[in-house]
């Protein structure tokens, strides 16, 4: 069978497409365990107060209960809220919860998908005053007060 112009297009464009699909399937992969939920208005303008609403996909739900139920001293801070805002924010996350195991003291800087998806940046990194801390989503993350982490969207400051 002779091959023709026509076969080689065919052929490069199954391969785009293979290349195109597998793309897809990595990101949809690295994401597992976090997925990507609108977040709740009422729990974006309560934790986003003091930092970033993390995606409640990021911890599993008995962090999150643990979390809700420490609010007065969250990491340091007292973060209470008021009874109705504290059982409406504790449903949704718990609906919406990873399915991972909790990471030590629920800190999704110290959960095992965190790490590994940050293992390529340097404790100098972490340090710069424009980054202060892993738990500085924002930093680099250019969409992560929308949820969003993707990598394209990654600018490490310097």
């Known amino acids: 069978m002779p091959i023709t112009l026509r076969t080689l297009n065919l052929a490069a464009a199954g391969l785009l497409l293979a290349l195109t699909s597998f793309g897809a399937h990595a990101d949809d992969d690295e994401h597992e365990g976090r997925a990507r939920v609108p977040l709740l208005p009422k729990y974006q303008q309560e934790c986003s107060a003091c930092h970033v609403a993390y995606p409640p996909g990021m911890l599993p739900a008995a962090s999150w209960q643990r979390l809700m139920n420490g609010l007065p001293k969250h990491f340091g801070t007292d973060a209470s809220l008021d009874a109705a805002t504290t059982k409406t924010l504790s449903t949704w ?66």
């Not at 919406?96 to 095992?112: E, F, L």
């Not at 930093?139 to 400051?157: L, S, V």
């Open 93 to 158: 996350l718990a609906a919406n919860a990873g399915s991972r195991s909790a990471p030590p003291q629920d800190r999704i800087t110290q959960s095992s998908w965190f790490l590994h998806e940050h293992d390529e940046v340097s404790t100098r990194t972490w340090q710069r005053a424009s980054i202060k801390s892993p738990a500085n989503c924002a930093a680099c993350h250019t969409r992560a007060d929308q949820g969003d982490f993707n990598e394209r969207f990654i600018r490490i400051p310097r």
